[in-house]
């Protein structure tokens, strides 16, 4: 059986970029213990999938993003941008980070503040739950919330009011997650390389969801580099983004995803194909994962899912075709909207709780 590396002495932690860590002194003692949950930001799991794949050949492989110790794939981001800005002086002790955020990047940066001693203050749109605002304060973070219906020109944006606050406030630094560099090199220096390690440099296909599209546009251009180009990106979006239809762009109810502009940490050559998925598949693919895999995992989780069944389907990919698709987050984010059975009926979801609910024994 499999020696659980926790206790072995010989043990190393690795680090995603590969610098080796010693998590043992020189004592005798067989303890592993961490210094700062940094070092448990990146090496997430990949597992595959078995239920939801009904007629697919291809192994579909989930890289599951909540394993980070903020509880998404944020916290690589985060990291990484904090240390620039440290390197660059943007950000000075004493400094306040200010961001635009719907809440994992702003888990992950409060998380990583927080360790380091900076004051963070994030603005986010009224359709995030109050759940995931109420992680961000917990962490010690301000949070500032502004009208979903305000778009990126409206002064009352979350985009604006960060912008606002970030100029006035003394020591104010954004992140600025939609054009940072520092974002899609997060997942070039390590989400990339962890995939391809994990995958026996088999991967065939990678499938993410596109937000700030840094994730898709930094782990694709890694694995499209080291496969020599044999790796096929494909990008997973709601109906109503830009990404998947410029000429439709209207609301919708997947959170952290799809967008109504092009941001820099989006690279359009980097992702092969876009396919679109409903609010509606991507709901009843999220409450399918966790009764049927396990895999509690967030609406833009399912969403990423439902695209890679599509392609996999469509392409008709056989059983040498290794599919990894990125899970960002947590299911637990969203126990008041996808997995609450009233929300779902009142904003027109019924039929999918009819479609995933067990019977149940009183009836
Ligand atoms: N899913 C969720 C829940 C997110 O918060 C984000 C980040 N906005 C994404 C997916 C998309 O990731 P990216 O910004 O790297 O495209």
Request: aromatic share 8%; proline share 6%.
């Amino acid at each position: 059986p499999p020696v659980s590396t926790a206790f072995n002495p010989s043990a190393r932690y690795t680090k995603p970029n590969n610098a080796p860590i010693e998590t043992q002194k020189e004592t005798g003692s067989t303890m592993t213990i961490h210094n700062s949950l940094s070092e448990l930001i990146g090496n997430t799991p990949l597992v595959k999938l078995h239920h939801v794949t009904d007629g697919i050949k291809a192994t579909i492989a989930v890289k599951v993003e909540y394993f980070n110790p903020g509880g998404s794939s944020k916290d690589r981001i985060a990291e990484r941008i904090i240390d620039a800005a440290e390197r660059s002086g943007q950000l000075k002790p004493g400094g306040v980070i200010v961001e635009p955020t719907s809440g994992n990047t702003g888990v992950g940066l409060a998380l990583v503040a927080q360790q380091r001693g900076y004051r963070t203050i994030f603005t986010l749109p009224d359709k995030v739950s109050e759940s995931k605002r109420a992680v961000l304060r917990a962490y010690g973070a301000e949070v500032v919330v502004t009208p979903t219906d305000a778009g990126p020109d409206d002064p009352r944006s979350y985009y604006q009011v960060a912008e606002r606050l970030a100029n006035t406030i003394p020591g104010g630094f954004r992140p600025n997650q939609y054009d940072n560099p520092n974002g899609p090199l997060s997942h070039y220096y390590t989400t990339g390389p962890e995939i391809w390690e994990a995958t026996d440099h088999k991967v065939t296909h990678f499938v993410a969801g596109i937000g700030t599209g840094g994730t898709i546009s930094g782990t694709g251009k890694y694995l499209k580099e080291v496969s020599d180009g044999a790796v096929t990106v494909v990008g997973s979006d709601p109906e109503g983004s830009i990404y998947s239809d410029p000429s439709d762009v209207h609301q919708y109810d997947i959170e952290g995803v799809g967008e109504d502009f092009y941001p820099k940490a989006f690279d359009r050559n980097i992702t092969d194909d876009i396919v679109q998925v409903t609010d509606r598949e991507a709901f009843e693919m999220t409450r399918r994962l966790a009764a049927e895999e396990g895999l509690l995992v967030g609406g833009s989780s399912g969403m990423a899912v439902v695209s890679a069944l599509k392609y996999a389907r469509e392409h008709d990919l056989d059983s040498n075709q290794v599919v990894v698709v990125l899970l960002p987050d947590s299911g637990r984010s969203y126990l008041e909207k996808i997995f609450n059975d009233d929300w779902m009926r009142e904003n027109g979801y019924g039929d999918i709780v009819e479609r995933t609910s067990r019977p149940s024994l009183a009836e």
